[in-house]
């Protein structure tokens, strides 16, 4: 056979180990970690879901190795605690029996214990441990380790790596970036030491040259060590790139992969995890710089979904290992896709940042476009139904598509009806923004699944009762969608004016000096693409503050690229009436205030379609209403509620 992606698909040997491909699943944290910080059943089917899609390794995240000075809730590894050598047993079973490399990141955070406690209130009670003394940025004391201390995290890292490796690890990596312990000492900004672990970068890199030798006299000649490191901490302060290849090249002699990131966990959480407004693999030019200095392997990460700029990436030699998270949890059949020739199946991460923003929230995963995530012990594969019925699927959005295609892969003969003459729904209007193209592109995927799946696409056909009842089938699954909310205020729907939705079509009427009336989250980014259009933008909304709605990873992000391109935002502004010059507004006091515009953009939320199933709520023996034609949501209602009305059919 042979492979649309030959360097991507190729086998690569680190140490004394064999992966079957260059596509790795990067460090995810678990999602059941017990009370005792044990991998709970949801976890090990979370990583073994990884394996079953094609990954060459799939790493286990966080192992702390210290718990006596890094209380943060994450994994911990010993033999005291009754279950936890046989929990990472079970789960590097559960990786390997699929073909993939079980590996585990040995980690402490340093300073930062306590980050990924769902209850931050319980950090008060936590000592927060560094290599020099100081204060944090959130007033809490940092106190300095000392050499017994240090020598103790030392022996407990290689503790950890040898009972991962009896456990059934084949691969260790070790956590040195993104701010933590490691990095902490990596760094000038962080490190103030006096001793033989501070002042030249010699004396900054010999902690982790202590772990290195610690694990690997733990785990033996030729057992894979893997060194995740940021490339640059690209802050002022921090080390620079340049410092990052001197870094790697004091430490090569000890590891077999080098894991290239980027950033520090406090200082560019969305660089680190490359959001929307940036270039996929916007960090990968870290890793090519850092490999033309080393000689040991070198993987690179970074927002990376595209085979084709995974595949130029090997290709180049920037890097030899390309490691993904969100993209392999958006399709954790990714792998097996390109392995396949089927790269036109990948369904695409958006980077909205759900799945991190769940972990924050409830200590949960989530995936906007994959509803197994974080639920995969209720099932990961489709069962065929014993009794295939006739479907019909009234409306072509995301959540109407999904519950499509599921229900085509249970048997069910499928008609789906879309009364446009286009799939993908709301899902249409984000083609004309570059950063949310692949919103749009999700819509598009989902289609090519649905009619390889044997689905009958009708395009323009609403579904009324009538016809419902005209084709007779055993279930109706209702996916209308919502439309836009458009007040009545005078001058809303004038020349000057275009609903966000629209926008895609209507782009050209767009002026140079444009209002966005509604701050939520369509509406910011709306702002943000005409403002880095050149636009002079004015966002205006009714509430306190803009964008609730936006999840707590994103939201931040958002607020920044609001600032960054200068766009003008009026807060607790009620919009009453739209002129040719702009938009009069109420303000806080309730005086008049005009925002310059010829152009309006109204983004001012959804309805549900409730006209439209109130119509339909008794048309058949089944009937199940999904995504925002129930309450105007998210993708991710949508998607997840279209895939289990499917299964419940």
């Known amino acids: 056979m042979e492979r649309k992606y030959p360097n991507l698909c190729k086998p690569i040997k680190i140490g004394n180990v064999n992966f079957r491909n260059r596509m790795f699943s990067a460090p995810m944290g678990g999602t059941d970690i017990t009370a005792d910080c044990t991998i709970g059943p949801a976890s090990t089917a979370f990583y073994e879901l990884r394996a079953k899609g094609g990954a060459a390794s799939v790493t286990v995240s966080e192992c702390v190795v210290h718990p006596e000075t890094e209380g943060s809730h994450m994994f911990h590894l010993d033999l005291q605690t009754v279950g936890s050598l046989a929990s990472f047993t079970y789960t590097a079973d559960a990786i390997r029996r699929h073909g993939a490399i079980a590996s585990v990141e040995l ?233 396949a020739n089927k790269d036109e199946d990948i369904v695409k991460c958006l980077r909205c940042f759900t799945c991190m923003a769940e972990r924050a929230m409830t200590s949960t995963r989530r995936c906007t476009v994959n509803p197994l995530i974080g639920r995969e012990l209720g099932g990961t594969e489709i069962i065929p139904s014993a009794t295939p019925r006739k479907v019909l699927v009234a409306g072509g959005g995301p959540g109407g598509l999904k519950a499509a295609i599921t229900a085509a892969k249970r048997g069910h003969k499928v008609i789906l009806c879309e009364k446009s003459n286009e799939l993908g729904g709301i899902l249409k209007g984000e083609q004309a923004i570059p950063f949310k193209y692949e919103m749009y592109e999700l819509g598009v995927t989902l289609g090519k699944l649905a009619k390889d799946a044997g689905v009958e696409i009708r395009l323009n056909t609403a579904v009324t009762k009538e016809y419902v009842e005209k084709e007779n089938v055993d279930a109706l699954i209702i996916a209308v969608g919502s439309e836009p909310l458009v007040p009545p205020i005078p001058g809303l729907k004038g020349d000057n004016v275009v609903v966000v939705n629209d926008y895609y079509k209507e782009k050209d009427k767009v002026s140079n000096e444009v209002v966005v009336l509604g701050g939520g989250l369509a509406g910011c980014e709306a702002a943000i693409h005409l403002a880095r259009e050149g636009k002079n933008v004015h966002l205006v909304e009714m509430r306190s503050e803009l964008a609730p709605d936006a999840n707590i990873r994103h939201r931040p992000i958002l607020l920044s690229e609001i600032e960054k391109n200068n766009i003008h935002v009026h807060t607790e502004y009620k919009g009453l009436r739209v002129t040719e010059k702009g938009v009069m507004c109420a303000d806080k006091a309730g005086e008049e205030q005009l925002v310059p515009g010829t152009t309006v953009i109204c983004a001012l939320g959804q309805k549900a379609r409730r006209n439209v199933v109130e119509e339909l709520v008794d048309c058949a023996p089944y009937v199940a209403q999904i995504g925002d034609c129930v309450k105007a949501s998210t993708i991710i209602t949508a998607v997840y509620q279209g895939y289990h009305a499917a299964l419940d059919i």
């Open 107 to 339: 980690s402490h955070s340093g300073q930062y214990a306590g980050t990924y406690l769902t209850d931050k209130n319980k950090k008060q009670g936590l000592a927060q441990w560094g290599p020099s003394a100081g204060v944090r940025p959130d007033g809490r004391e940092v106190k300095e380790l000392t050499q017994e201390l240090i020598d103790d995290i030392v022996a407990a890292y290689g503790n950890c790596a040898g009972l991962a490796k009896r456990a059934g690890f084949e691969m260790i990596m070790i956590h040195g970036g993104h701010g933590w312990l490691i990095n902490q000492f990596l760094s000038p900004y962080f490190n103030h030491r006096t001793d033989k672990y501070g002042g030249s970068l010699e004396n900054r890199v010999r902690f982790a040259q202590e772990v290195l030798d610690s694990v690997r006299k733990a785990v033996g000649p030729g057992f894979p060590i893997e060194f995740r490191m940021s490339g640059s901490e690209l802050f002022e302060g921090g080390y620079d790139l340049d410092g990052g290849v001197e870094i790697a090249k004091l430490i090569e002699s000890r590891v077999d992969l080098l894991h290239v990131s980027a950033g520090t966990y406090q200082r560019g959480f969305g660089i680190t995890h490359p959001s929307m407004f940036v270039p996929h693999g916007c960090n990968v030019y870290l890793a090519a710089e850092i490999k033309k200095h080393v000689s040991v392997p070198v993987a690179t990460l970074g927002g990376l979904n595209d085979p084709a700029q995974m595949e130029e990436i090997i290709a180049s030699g920037k890097a030899d290992v390309v490691e993904m998270a969100r993209a392999l949890l958006a399709d954790h059949e990714l792998p097996r896709k390109v392995m």
